[in-house]
C-alpha cells in the first residue's frame, strides 16, 4: 500500500468528522491492535489527555486511538466518543474486569474561525471512528484541520486558511515513517527547502497581496522586530496550537517512541516560524505499530522530515474559509 499518507503504516487508520459550517472538527487515529506511544508537547498553551500514562516510567505500554481535535478545551469531550467506539468494538487495556480503551488526545483553539459556540463532541468523536479506515485520508479543511489558520500576530485580519497534511515515507528495509499535521500556528509557516514563506501573516489591509501571483507576506519574525507587533504581541490570540501524529512499522520501546516524538517537533520548526511560543501548545505523539528492526536515530530523523512534508501539505491544500485566504484554491 502507497497512499503517501499516514495510513501506509500497518495498524493505522485514519477518521475525520467536522462540522463545515461552524468550521470545527475532529480527526482520530485508530490502532485497533494496540500501539506503542510516546509524546512530546513543546508549546506553551497545551491541551491535552492521557498524555501522562505515555511517559516511559507509567504502566500503562500501549494505546488503541489518538484524537486531535478543534474546539479548544471543549473539544477533549470527543474523546468520550473514540472510547465509546473502542468499547463497543471490545478493544482496550485488559483490566480483568473489563476492557478500557486508551485514548491520548489533544486539541488546538479554532474558536476565532467559524462559530465560537460550536464544539466537536463525543458525538462527532465517535463519527471520526465510524469514517475510520486504511484509504487515503482527506487534507486540507477536514477534521482537527476544519478551522485551523496561520500567521495570526494581528489576528484573524491577516491570516492564512491551513489544515490537516499527511505524508509517508519509504526507506530502506521496510521501514515507514508517516505523519499527520493539523496545522494552526501563531506563526509562518516557510520552505525549508528554498527558506520561502508558503502561508502565513499577510501584507496589504484587505485580503491577499499578490506579487507575480504568489502571496505577498509580511514575514512575522521581521515585523516581530518593530514596535508595533511587540505592542500587538503582548495582546496576542491564544488562538493556535500545531498538533502532530508520527507512526512507524519499526518497533520502538516507549522510551523510543518518546524520543522519536522529540525528534519530529524539528521538523516541526524547520516548518513554521516562530515555533513552540507562549501562545502555541504543540503536540506530537509517536506511535509504533509492527517489530520491524530499525535504529531509534534513525526513525526520529525521517520522523522529523514526514512531519515537515505534512506540515507544508497541510497549508498548501487548505482552502479558503472563514473570511481567511487558503492556498488550496490556486
Do not use: W
Request: glycine letters at 14%.
Amino acid at each position: 500500500m502507497n497512499s503517501d499518507s499516514i495510513v501506509d503504516v500497518p495498524g493505522i487508520e485514519v477518521g475525520h468528522a467536522q462540522d463545515e459550517v461552524a468550521l470545527t472538527g475532529c480527526t482520530v487515529i485508530l490502532c485497533r491492535k494496540g500501539a506503542v506511544a510516546g509524546v512530546d508537547v513543546r508549546g506553551s498553551a497545551p491541551g491535552t489527555r492521557e498524555t501522562d500514562l505515555l511517559d516511559p516510567v507509567n504502566l500503562v505500554q500501549k494505546i488503541h486511538a489518538v484524537l486531535l481535535a478543534g474546539g479548544s478545551a471543549f473539544g477533549l469531550d470527543a474523546a468520550s466518543g473514540v472510547m465509546r467506539y473502542l468499547e463497543e468494538h471490545k478493544i482496550g487495556l485488559n483490566t480483568g474486569v473489563a476492557k478500557v480503551p486508551i485514548v491520548p488526545a489533544a486539541i488546538l483553539f479554532d474558536l476565532g474561525v467559524g462559530r465560537k459556540d460550536v464544539h466537536p463532541d463525543a458525538e462527532m468523536g465517535y463519527k471520526a471512528c465510524l469514517a475510520a479506515s486504511r484509504s487515503a485520508p482527506a487534507e486540507g479543511n477536514v477534521g482537527a484541520g476544519t478551522g485551523a489558520s496561520v500567521g495570526k500576530l494581528f489576528g484573524n485580519a491577516l491570516a492564512m486558511k491551513s489544515g490537516m497534511g499527511s505524508v509517508s515515507l519509504h526507506i530502506a528495509g521496510g521501514i515507514i515513517v508517516g505523519a499527520m499535521a493539523a496545522v494552526n500556528a501563531f506563526g509562518d509557516v516557510m520552505d525549508p527547502g528554498n527558506g520561502e514563506i508558503v502561508a502565513g501573516l499577510r501584507s496589504g489591509r484587505v485580503g491577499p497581496v499578490r506579487v507575480g501571483g504568489r502571496e505577498k507576506f509580511a514575514d512575522m519574525v521581521a515585523m516581530m522586530k518593530k514596535p508595533l507587533a511587540r505592542n500587538v504581541l503582548r495582546l496576542a490570540s491564544l488562538s493556535n496550537t500545531t498538533l502532530g501524529v508520527v507512526a512507524t512499522n519499526a518497533k520502538l520501546t516507549k522510551t523510543e517512541a518518546t524520543k522519536v516524538a522529540q525528534m519530529a517537533h524539528d521538523g516541526l520548526a524547520r516548518a513554521i516560524r516562530p515555533a513552540h511560543t507562549m501562545f502555541d501548545g504543540e503536540t506530537i505523539f509517536a506511535l509504533s505499530t509492527s517489530n520491524k528492526s530499525a535504529d531509534v536515530t534513525t526513525i526520529g530523523t525521517f520522523a522529523a522530515e514526514a512531519m515537515t512534508q505534512a506540515i507544508l501539505r497541510g497549508v498548501r491544500l487548505a482552502a479558503s474559509a472563514g473570511g481567511l485566504p487558503g492556498l488550496g484554491d490556486q
